[in-house]
């Protein structure tokens, strides 16, 4: 019973939590890999890019709430993601046709690709502000709950509660099918092969008969869906604010580097390192360890690492370790 | 040629007439940020001050207020001390009303008022670091300071039964003023405070922070913080299941709590700021009259903040901001002949002739020194949606 306990109070404040933003994360990681690996330069956009779908998308949500259409008990969101898609694939398209072609064709230095991409950030933070502003707006309806502290507590009879929200159900879910097809992408379709192909070796990819405008336009189409994805499950989650989706930046990057540049299972893995270690470290174990330790044993203070608001911090200095140790990554992946 | 220079000399004159009789003042509140839901009636309850003030015809001699927005933003210190400064270099406001969240407020009245020599009366800055903060006589408040506050909601949570409780804070130095506040009153009355956890506005998770006040536990939680960041950290912890009762103070206080938080906050207790008696009433008459909403919370404190800055205008003799700062108490305060909301035309006319007023406004003024206000507050519970009037403190 102490154990069940034990295992139900850290479920409810840190696994669960921490599983849905690993989930989330794993998404944007993903398509910031892929764009490294077959365009071969960081997407400081990419925050940004998913607020703007994101935006698409709770528009979409918006307009078929007013015509009365839903899913309930799932939220009207799921609905409107096609649209986010739709409207995403033609931003980063367009993105892709006014400024990074550009660069290719004259075969600049990465470093100017991921500054060109700076302000590409720059204006889609503009643009999504434009729609948005600067506040909070939640876009989430149908069922709020799986099941609530309160049912699951007279359920169990256990004395701790655990809940499990919709949207958090919703983004663990969707995140394994969305891993699941990609990787079935990548490894046994024609499209996914040139892909991969076209990453591991461009030159002998384009004598091979690859088509390089083709196998760039498939990566942005699989960007945008995987970043509107990303982005909504986020926002269902935590509601949607422009300035939280550029914050993410940081902990994406962190992701696909730990996980190694260009390797999609290694950006997976190091999505839910970086969310189970921000929230480990910044988590109270007192009340776990209380249920745990023999009786007379329980701690008086909080055992925490570091106060809650150092999360990021726990972030940067993963990012410093990884950079120092093994700038590779986990999975061997390039260097940046 | 000659006419049209004679002209436009006449004209250039007339414009400086126009000019002289009126009167600018700024009115500095956080139109953005998280307290954006209450600010409008805040402004509109100041302004009806001013307009009141004007059609009387009885101000300086039929010189008319003109009200002067700026956004204070209420957390960033830097924008709302940018605004100030255009409200006096540009625009040549005599005196502001503001500013509204006590860490810009503070940062205003050290980096720009005090060096400009401009006096502000802020509405709802409760912060207790005014009392002791030297301001050169530039600083008032027509709201009470969370050192009283803490010590009510202290003895609320008391009273009904809580001697075990988490408190979390908005972290500024309005929310870390009134956690210590309350901590050192709850704690004198043989309470126990198990954590207290800081936490920021505008973040998409506080589960972690809940974690944290969980992982403490206690009967109840204290939430002092604004209905942004603490209404989300009280939706947290109720669907968490961390805490069934929560108790809040002043900056939650607002419709938009209810709106988005629902049947979490059933229940909860808190403490606001509120006068009751005949300038209450009066000011709900006047503010209803005139289509403004007198229901919120510091209206009342914004239209006696602009009130009490025209009126020791008048009492100088002139629209400066040295006469002002001068007279701000003067009227204010006792002796002198006691002016309700609705009455500002009646203060001006006693002023005008060499009188004294004692200006009651709708919140009881008394300024205790500059920096300082006594002041009731209202202990409310959240009651099937609504805020329901427990009893007056």
Same mark, same amino acid.
């Given at each position: ?7 139900? @109070?850290?479920?409810?404040?840190? +696994? ?7 989930? &989330? ?77 550009? =660069? ?43 099941? %609530? ?8 009879? /256990?004395?701790?509660?655990?809940? +499990? ?33 076209? %990453? ?31 982005? @909504? ?13 550029? &914050?993410?930046?940081? $902990? ?85 | 040629?000659?006419? /049209?220079?004679?002209? %436009? ?20 509140l956080g =139109?953005?940020?998280?307290i954006?839901?209450i600010t409008p009636y805040m402004a509109d309850s100041a ?16 010189? @008319? ?21 255009? +409200? ?9 009303v503001g500013a509204d969240c ?16 401009? $006096?502000?009366?802020s509405p709802s800055a409760t %912060? ?13 408040r027509t709201a009470p ?105 002043d900056g939650?206080y607002g ?17 606001i700021p509120w006068a ?17 909403r007198a229901d919120s919370s510091y209206t009342r404190e914004s239209y006696d903040a ?33 002016? /309700? $909301? ?20 709708a919140t ?11 002041g ?18």
């Amino acid at each position: 019973m102490e154990f069940l306990n034990a295992l139900v @109070t850290l479920s409810n404040f840190m +696994l669960v939590p921490a599983l849905a933003y690993g989930s &989330q994360l794993a998404l944007g990681a993903l398509g910031i890999t892929l764009i490294y690996s077959i365009l071969r330069f960081a997407h400081f956009a990419h925050g940004d890019t998913m607020a703007l779908g994101t935006a698409a998308v709770i528009g979409g949500t918006f307009f078929l709430q007013g015509q009365g259409i839903g899913i309930a008990p799932l939220p009207t969101a799921l609905l409107a993601v096609p649209f986010g898609v739709l409207v995403m694939v033609g931003y980063l398209l367009a993105a892709d046709r006014l400024v990074y072609r550009y =660069y290719r064709r004259v075969r600049a230095k990465p470093m100017i690709f991921v500054m060109a991409s700076l302000g590409v950030m720059f204006v889609t933070n503009g643009i999504t502000r434009l729609f948005m502003g600067v506040g909070e707006t939640r876009f989430e309806d149908g069922e709020r709950f799986v099941f %609530s502290v309160r049912e699951f507590r007279a359920f169990t009879g /256990l004395a701790e509660g655990l809940a +499990l929200r919709n949207a958090q159900a919703i983004t663990i879910v969707t995140a394994l099918i969305v891993m699941i097809v990609l990787f079935w992408f990548l490894t046994r379709t024609r499209a996914g092969k040139s892909m991969r192909a076209y %990453s591991d070796n461009e030159d002998l990819a384009l004598l091979s008969g690859i088509n390089p405008e083709r196998v760039v336009t498939i990566t942005w189409v699989i960007t945008a869906i995987l970043l509107v994805l990303a982005g @909504t499950l986020y926002g269902l989650d935590k509601g949607f604010r422009a300035f939280n989706y550029f &914050q993410l930046l940081l $902990p994406m990057f962190a992701a696909a580097i730990l996980g190694g540049l260009g390797s999609p299972i290694g950006a997976i893995v190091g999505a839910y390192v970086v969310a189970f270690a921000e929230m480990g470290v910044t988590f109270a174990w007192r009340r776990v360890a209380g249920y745990l330790l023999p009786e007379g044993f329980e701690p008086s203070g909080m055992v925490q690492l570091l106060p809650v608001d150092y999360k990021f911090a726990v972030t940067f200095m993963i990012l410093v370790i990884v950079l120092l140790f093994r700038p590779t990554g986990i999975f061997k992946g390039r260097v940046l | 040629m000659k006419k /049209l220079l004679l002209a %436009s000399t006449a004209l250039a004159l007339s414009a400086g007439i126009a000019t002289a009789q009126e009167v600018k003042m700024g009115v500095l509140l956080g =139109y953005t940020g998280p307290i954006e839901d209450i600010t409008p009636y805040m402004a509109d309850s100041a302004e009806l001050a001013m307009s009141e003030i004007s059609d009387s015809g009885m101000f300086l001699g039929g010189a @008319t207020i003109t009200p002067v927005r700026a956004d204070s933003t209420c957390v960033d210190s830097s924008a709302a001390q940018a605004a100030a400064e255009r +409200l006096i270099s540009s625009d040549g406001i005599v005196a502001m009303v503001g500013a509204d969240c006590s860490g810009v407020t503070m940062a205003v009245l050290q980096n720009v008022a005090m060096s400009a020599g401009v $006096p502000m009366i802020s509405p709802s800055a409760t %912060s207790p670091a005014f009392t002791t903060t030297e301001s050169n006589g530039m600083f008032f408040r027509t709201a009470p300071s969370d050192a009283r506050q803490g010590v009510i909601l202290a003895d609320i949570v008391m009273e009904r039964g809580f001697d075990t409780v988490a408190l979390t804070h908005t972290n500024n130095d309005y929310g870390s003023g009134f956690a210590t506040a309350f901590a050192e009153a709850y704690t004198a009355a043989g309470g126990t405070i198990t954590t207290t956890v800081p936490h920021e506005e505008a973040k998409g998770d506080y589960s972690a922070e809940v974690g944290t006040l969980a992982a403490a536990g206690g009967d109840a939680l204290i939430i002092l913080g604004y209905t942004d960041g603490g209404g989300s950290v009280l939706r947290t912890a109720y669907e968490l299941g961390a805490f069934d009762q929560f108790f809040m103070g002043d900056g939650m206080y607002g419709d938009a709590l209810i709106a988005n938080t629902g049947e979490a906050l059933e229940g909860t207790v808190g403490t606001i700021p509120w006068a009751q008696g005949d300038g209450a009433d009066a000011f709900t008459a006047v503010a209803e009259a005139a289509g403004v909403r007198a229901d919120s919370s510091y209206t009342r404190e914004s239209y006696d903040a602009a009130a009490i800055l025209a009126l020791a205008a008048q009492a100088a003799g002139e629209a400066t901001p040295a006469g002002i700062a001068a007279n701000v108490l003067n009227v204010a305060n006792a002796p002198g002949e006691p002016i /309700l $909301p609705g009455e500002l035309a009646k203060g001006l006319e006693i002023l005008a002739n060499g009188g004294e007023i004692d200006y009651v406004g709708a919140t009881n003024v008394e300024l205790v020194g500059p920096g300082e206000a006594a002041g009731s507050f209202r202990e409310y519970i959240v009651d099937g949606g609504e805020y329901t009037t427990v009893k007056f403190h």
